[in-house]
């Protein structure tokens, strides 16, 4: 075993083609796995709003309806709208108030997540440009001169806010990017927070105060009222309870339960995925569809455990990270296929393929936000600098 002298960038994305091409499922089996994974989905939000609404407190609840958002948005609508499961559904599916209601309601708007997800960090992965690059985001965190304790918290809080907190907002902006009195792109690549977005309105920012009335009016209003407000209420008129405006307050509890379940778990399979020492920051951009392109989507992603329905549910189908970037637009059905395919190609041209239990990928991640770890770095392309990160490969027969 030993370092090849040169890498064949061509014979690797012909390879990684091929892979794709080889496994693709039919339109069958893809709308069979879409039922099951629909179904499973369904079975525990109906579960999770039964037991929620007994009028006592359950970690059953929160645990059935954190996990039925979650699956809603990593798998249901992340997959949907990059057309996993075709363009016809991706063209529909959350679009307007309705379908939200139905499709995909969470603290994210659908328009801004594809603005910023699909459109920007699929094609600027682990770049200065990618809105999602966690080293750069969490910069403030790394310059605080606190005890680590204190850096630990805040990591933390984060875990148990971060989709309304910084999520939303950093999504958001970039469908008002365009507008009057914008920040400058420089200041857009900055992560804006509920809290930054906050104090720039209340300064009289008139393209932060935009900024906040949309947010809270269109992005927030819907599922703060249905799942916080509505639910509980309704609850309480059906239950008798007393006051002015009858609200079950168990009701309530549970939810929030369910919501600090379901941004831990998303934290932990979404935010990992392009953080840690092993992954790399890129200086620059690329062309999509390349050599190159595929490259970046494996040096800049992490793997979980894969290979059975279970544990892929478990993770959101995110557990297939590198042919995920590689491909961003095949069903999750495509990518359980794909994986074994797709290592082996890697091997075949040393390229590293990271692949850890996700508990390993949120020590890694936390430790790039307090500042104990940096991403490593790239200059130029990464296909003109293999000795920086090639294995060693089995001679060529």
């Given at each position: 075993?030993s370092k ?20 693709k ?16 989905t369904?079975a ?23 996990y039925y ?15 996993g ?12 108030l309705s ?29 200065d ?26 990591v ?14 950093n ?6 990017a365009?507008r009057?009195n ?11 927070t509920?809290?930054?977005l906050?104090s720039?309105?209340v ?10 009335a ?8 819907p599922p703060?009222c ?27 509890l ?5 919501e ?28 999509a ?15 979980y ?11 959101g ?15 999750p059905f ?19 393929y ?13 430790n790039?936000?307090?500042?104990t770890?940096?991403?490593?770095r ?17 001679p060529?027969?």
């Amino acid at each position: 075993m030993s370092k090849s002298a040169t890498f064949d960038a061509e014979a690797f994305a012909y390879d990684l083609r091929a892979a794709r091409d080889a496994t693709k499922p039919t339109q069958d089996e893809d709308v069979k796995h879409l039922g099951q994974i629909q179904l499973s989905t369904t079975a525990l939000g109906v579960a999770g709003i039964a037991l929620a609404v007994q009028g006592s407190l359950s970690m059953l609840a929160m645990f059935a309806f954190g996990y039925y958002k979650y699956a809603k948005f990593a798998i249901l609508a992340h997959h949907s709208l990059h057309g996993g499961w075709g363009r016809d559904r991706r063209g529909w599916f959350a679009q307007g108030l309705s379908r939200r209601v139905i499709d995909w309601l969470d603290w994210i708007f659908p328009m801004a997540w594809i603005a910023e997800h699909n459109k920007v960090h699929h094609y600027c992965l682990n770049e200065d440009a990618d809105p999602d690059f966690v080293e750069r985001n969490t910069e403030f965190v790394q310059q605080m001169k606190l005890p680590m304790l204190v850096k630990y918290a805040i990591v933390a809080f984060f875990m148990v806010t971060w989709k309304w907190f910084y999520y939303a907002s950093n999504t958001l902006k970039l469908l008002h990017a365009d507008r009057i009195n914008a920040p400058s792109k420089k200041e857009m690549k900055e992560a804006i927070t509920l809290t930054t977005l906050l104090s720039q309105a209340v300064r009289g920012n008139p393209w932060y105060r935009g900024l906040a009335a949309d947010l809270f009016i269109r992005v927030l209003g819907p599922p703060l009222c249905m799942h916080f407000i509505a639910l509980p209420v309704v609850v309480g008129i059906v239950r008798g309870c007393g006051g002015m405006l009858p609200f079950c307050w168990c009701t309530f509890l549970n939810m929030v339960g369910a919501e600090v379940i379901t941004n831990v778990h998303a934290f932990c399979t979404i935010v990992t995925n392009h953080a840690g020492s092993d992954l790399w920051w890129f200086d620059s951009g690329c062309q999509a569809d390349t050599a190159e392109f595929y490259l970046r989507a494996i040096l800049g992603s992490a793997a979980y455990s894969a290979g059975s329905d279970t544990v892929d549910y478990f993770h959101g189908y995110l557990n297939y990270q590198g042919e995920h970037h590689a491909f961003p637009d095949l069903s999750p059905f495509h990518y359980h296929r794909l994986h074994p395919s797709f290592k082996r190609v890697c091997a075949k041209h040393g390229v590293p393929y990271v692949q850890e239990p996700v508990w390993h990928r949120v020590v890694k991640t936390v430790n790039i936000i307090v500042g104990t770890a940096k991403h490593k770095r790239m200059q130029g392309n990464a296909v003109d600098n293999p000795k920086l990160w090639q294995l060693d490969v089995a001679p060529q027969k």
